[in-house]
């Protein structure tokens, strides 16, 4: 089995800065993509940033100029900078990775359990 863990939300205020963490841990061979999501209440669950293993990045547009994705492949962890944060940054950020597993070397994608981020004054 693989778990994600996130770490880093909270509360904090409009303009203001927050880092996320993700850790991946378990049966895991490699992991292609690590990816954070996020829900806001009564809205669908959409991409924030993802980065590939080599190093590519995608990132919703409402987050480019204001938001990093950067991972450590050794670590099997991925990281979020958000700074300018504003209230509609508000929601659950949810940690994502398409991974292959050990051994059966099958494909997997796994989500961890989700980190609140509350921007407000």
């Known amino acids: 089995q693989v778990r994600l863990v996130e770490s880093g939300g909270g509360l904090v205020q409009p303009g203001g800065s927050l880092r996320l963490s993700c850790v991946a841990s378990?049966?895991?061979?490699?992991?292609?993509?690590m990816g954070w999501y996020r829900q806001a209440p009564g809205k669908q669950r959409e991409l924030v940033a993802r980065i590939f293993r080599g190093g590519s990045t995608n990132y919703a547009d409402s987050v480019k100029g204001r938001t990093t994705i950067s991972r450590d492949n050794a670590e099997n962890t991925v990281y979020l900078q958000m700074n300018n944060l504003k209230p509609e940054d508000t929601a659950v950020y949810y940690c994502?990775?398409?991974?292959?597993?050990?051994?059966?070397?099958?494909?997997?994608?796994?989500w961890g359990q989700g980190t609140q981020v509350t921007v407000s004054s």
């Open positions: 994502n990775a398409d991974l292959i597993a050990a051994i059966t070397l099958m494909n997997f994608n796994y």
């Open positions: 378990g049966n895991i061979f490699s992991i292609n993509v």
